[in-house]
């Protein structure tokens, strides 16, 4: 009765769009799930800044998608509901791909706590002077003491590559020192981040770590993955969301496998939306649950090889190009080619084979090897300006084995002789 209903389409479209709208907004959790012993080291750290005025610094450092953020989030979150927090404290966030030197993330700071007014003309002359003239204008009104503030720069090991690494030295040097409550926390994958640090800014950092490594199991893994494609309790048509929430699609062995290759190749849970959201954009009224057909074919899409698929465009004669350069990569172990050495490789081939192939002109061949350089399947060894002519410029394949072989089964119409002259070359 529910699949010849007329609202089905509208009961499929919904919860689509709530599939959706689950994985792409993740709201964080009261407490991060299996980081309970960084999550009160790093609570207490901050709590002791922003309520005792005690200045610290800290580096939370774990691979991409390992969980910084979150933990950070749930940690400020839960400091910033304490009421003594609330109207105290001031935060100012970072991040080393926007703040890309010194200036320009001084002006950020700036523009965080407000003070623009207070700085207006003014002129310093150093970094410091102005980051103490900042802190400075935060003192309450008896001047007796400062409000806290919370430096997390995102990305921290970027922050390094700053020239003579100004920033870092001076938010760590205020909070070595007593006269400003400041906390520093940094966000880093980089577990070499210290060695980095210039040795005056090392001599400043507290040394504190807190490192993030995933302990998921495949198990966790999979239980995650039914809870993101539930459907919520009040969803409207309860038949629709028990049947949907029911599936057991996890329990088939083609949908164990994918999700264990996923799992295997990254625990990162942003990797796993990703793969989810291709699935259950595929879900339509012909079919209004998910289906092992879809996985696979997001698991296709997600792993796609972007070289191989622009290798499934190109013509007759630019894949017989990229085919005699392999061969020279054989036969010379790698050695960089010219246009010449491709173009003479490719007129062997149609000397013996004639009959199958068109005869191409020098200029048609070269527009074509043009084309492929355009493309960024061949690059120049030397990549400034050279005054070799362009048939002598030495030029590196930036493709592998599989690569080209997996073009070629897919290839529409490809000719035989084409294949097996691949084949010879590869083999």
């Not at 210290?194 to 239980?223: A, M, N, T």
């Not at 061949?378 to 930036?398: A, F, I, T």
Request: with cysteine.
């Amino acid at each position: 009765i529910l699949y010849n209903s007329p609202y089905l389409y509208l009961f499929t479209s919904y919860a689509q769009k709530l599939l959706r709208e689950r994985l792409c907004h993740q709201k964080l959790p009261d407490q991060p799930v299996g980081l309970d012993s960084q999550y009160k080291h790093l609570l207490e750290l901050l709590r002791r800044t922003a309520v005792h005025g005690e200045s610290n610094s800290v580096l939370i450092v774990g691979p991409r998608g390992s969980g910084k953020t979150m933990l950070l989030g749930c940690v400020l979150r839960e400091l910033m509901s304490l009421r003594e927090v609330q109207k105290n404290v001031l935060l100012v966030e970072l991040n080393g791909l926007l703040q890309t030197d010194d200036k320009i993330a001084l002006k950020e700071i700036t523009r965080q706590l407000h003070l623009e007014n207070v700085v207006g003309d003014k002129v310093f002359g150093s970094f410091a002077e102005n980051l103490a003239f900042l802190l400075e204008a935060l003192k309450k009104g008896d001047k007796s003491s400062s409000r806290p503030v919370l430096f997390v720069l995102d990305e921290f090991d970027l922050f390094a590559h700053h020239k003579n690494q100004t920033l870092l030295y001076n938010l760590l040097d205020v909070s070595q020192s007593a006269q400003t409550p400041v906390a520093v926390v940094g966000l880093t994958c980089r577990l070499d981040v210290l060695e980095l640090l210039e040795k005056r800014v090392k001599s400043r950092f507290s040394h504190r770590q807190i490192h993030l490594f995933s302990s998921l199991s495949f198990g966790q893994y999979v239980d995650v993955v039914r809870a993101q494609l539930s459907l919520p309790p009040d969803f409207p048509d309860p038949k629709f969301s028990d049947e949907w929430n029911h599936s057991k699609l996890c329990e088939d062995k083609t949908v164990e496998e994918i999700l264990r290759r996923n799992f295997n190749g990254s625990k990162d849970f942003r990797s796993l939306h990703s793969l989810l959201f291709l699935a259950v954009s595929r879900v339509s009224v012909s079919h209004s649950t998910l289906r092992e057909a879809d996985l696979i074919e997001a698991c296709r899409l997600i792993s796609a090889d972007s070289k191989a698929n622009v290798l499934h465009g190109l013509s007759i004669l630019e894949l017989c190009l990229i085919i005699a350069m392999k061969h020279l990569n054989d036969t010379y172990d790698g050695e960089p080619f010219n246009f010449q050495m491709v173009h003479n490789e490719f007129k062997k081939f149609i000397q013996r084979k004639s009959h199958s192939i068109h005869k191409f002109e020098k200029p048609v061949v070269m527009k074509a090897f043009e084309h492929l350089l355009q493309l960024e399947l061949v690059r120049p060894v030397d990549s400034g300006v050279c005054k070799v002519q362009r048939e002598y410029q030495l030029m590196r394949l930036m493709l592998e084995h599989g690569q080209v072989m997996e073009a070629l089964q897919k290839y529409p119409q490809c000719p035989t002789d084409v294949k097996q002259w691949a084949l010879s070359a590869f083999g």
